[in-house]
């Protein structure tokens, strides 16, 4: 049995979304999303995952149907991997389909940090291919971070690995300090002892946490239009695959078009589905066929519209655009507008 081997490393980075604006993240080989897989299903994957950062992570092949200490889930199926240690996964790429990955440590940092990047297992019997054929095909990983959070909690980190981790990595958590359970037991039994969990006081960090850049492949509009464009011909069908590896709902919307969506979470529908606004909740993979009838240049956009701003201005975010390649002589060609 022969592998298809990969390289992920967890590092800190600073990511430019726009010229001018940078905000320090964990990424994957330091790019942001992290790298695209492309495999075919049945492929046997191996993924070299070494942690070169202070904090601890996982790797969560979401959508991907692994066995189960495979699944990237710290403390349910694997220790997390700790700064400086190597974990290697090793599983096979099935079912076919748009799937993602993404860390599995669910701090408010790594939640804002672009960990995460795009699965996609091709079969040479691709129902979507067979009914709608097509050459070119789009993967859109949709982004959203609050980099202010961000940029305060990465300070905190860089001057010092925090307390709680340390103990972690060195396996020295105590159950009452650190609430950390062998079973739900354990947990029960703290109760009963006295001890309360944090649920009333709550983490305002989290409650608190408020996105103020949003992104399409880690660029925000108008830094989207040179490196995330659709191109299209007239007559011709394109694919454009989306994810969400993020924690906030997307509304996709297509100007000038109705299309198809034909899956949902990498597996394809049986009925395609008529749209031209599709939601892309959390955790989801949606993908569409357009076809191209309508020459000209179309904005393909976040509908929840405070996602189309940088930092509250317009327009920014989570804008593209559909362009037609074979357009001569257009009478109107877009230009760059910013502080509407
Ligand atoms: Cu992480």
């Not at 070119?136 to 202010?148: G, I, P, T």
């Not at 103990?167 to 037991?185: D, G, I, K």
């Amino acid at each position: 049995m022969s592998y298809r081997e990969f390289r992920l490393d967890f590092v800190l980075t600073e990511h430019e979304l726009l010229p001018g604006v940078r905000f320090p993240c964990f990424a994957f080989n330091g790019q942001v999303p992290g790298p695209m897989f492309r495999v075919q299903e049945n492929d046997w994957i191996k993924v070299v995952a070494r942690n070169r950062t202070p904090e601890m992570h996982t790797i969560h092949w979401h959508g991907v149907d692994v066995i189960y200490t495979m699944d990237g889930v710290p403390m349910v199926t694997q220790d997390p991997i700790h700064p400086e240690e190597t974990f290697v996964y090793r599983f096979q790429a099935r079912p076919h389909g748009t799937r993602l990955y993404h860390c599995h440590w669910g701090t408010p940092l790594h939640m804002m940090s672009a960990l995460h990047g795009a699965f996609i297992i091709d079969t040479p019997d691709d129902p979507v291919r067979a009914m709608f054929p097509y050459q070119r095909d789009y993967v859109l990983v949709l982004e959203a971070f609050d980099v202010n959070f961000t940029r305060r909690h990465m300070e905190e980190l860089l001057g010092g690995m925090k307390r709680v981790n340390k103990l972690m990595a060195l396996r020295r958590l105590s159950p009452l300090t650190h609430a950390f359970f062998p079973n739900y037991q354990a947990f029960l039994q703290a109760i009963e002892a006295g001890w309360r969990p944090p649920y009333t006081r709550g983490n305002a960090e989290v409650t608190d946490i408020k996105p103020t850049f949003f992104a399409i492949n880690g660029k925000s509009y108008p830094a989207t239009v040179t490196t995330e464009h659709l191109y299209i011909r007239r007559g011709e069908n394109i694919r454009v695959r989306l994810i969400n590896g993020g924690v906030f709902d997307h509304h996709m919307h297509l100007h000038g078009h109705q299309f198809w969506k034909v899956a949902e979470d990498g597996n394809p529908l049986p009925q395609p589905l008529r749209l031209n606004t599709v939601p892309v909740t959390p955790g989801k993979t949606v993908d569409l066929i357009v076809h191209g009838n309508n020459p000209g240049f179309w904005d393909f956009h976040d509908h929840k519209e405070l996602n189309t701003r940088n930092n509250g201005i317009y327009p920014g975010g989570m804008i593209t655009m559909l362009e037609y390649e074979d357009l001569e002589n257009p009478p109107y060609v877009p230009s760059i507008s910013v502080n509407q």
